[in-house]
């Protein structure tokens, strides 16, 4: 059985900083393309960060410079580091595991709440 279970959510000022985290089981995390998105209320979801097999990284334009998405391949963990963050960034996070092979699948976690407001 798959999981990606998120972490780290939660409310911050503008300004401020948030580490999340995605930890996985039932999968082959090393060989898995993972992702982080988000969906603000009235919103589609968007991607915010990617980071491949390889530890090759991409972001959406407008959290270049603020976010790092990183990976832990011995702890089957995705991390995003998001800095100076912005009332704009508020949205549910979810995390997402892409198969290598198969560009059907993928795997999503929960989601979880990043509420920026002062």
């Known amino acids: 059985q798959v999981q990606l279970v998120e972490s780290g959510g939660g409310l911050v000022q503008p300004g401020g900083s948030l580490r999340l985290s995605c930890t996985t089981s039932g999968i082959i995390f090393g060989l898995y393309a993972m992702g982080w998105y988000r969906q603000a209320p009235g919103k589609q979801r968007e991607l915010v960060a990617t980071i491949t097999s390889s530890s090759i990284t991409n972001y959406v334009d407008s959290v270049k410079g603020r976010f790092t998405i990183s990976r832990d391949n011995a702890k089957n963990t995705v991390y995003l580091q998001m800095n100076s963050l912005k009332p704009e960034d508020t949205a549910v996070y979810y995390c997402?595991?892409?198969?290598?092979?198969?560009?059907?699948?993928?795997?999503w976690g929960q989601g979880t709440q990043v509420t920026v407001s002062s």
């Open positions: 997402n595991a892409a198969h290598p092979l198969l560009s059907q699948v993928s795997y």
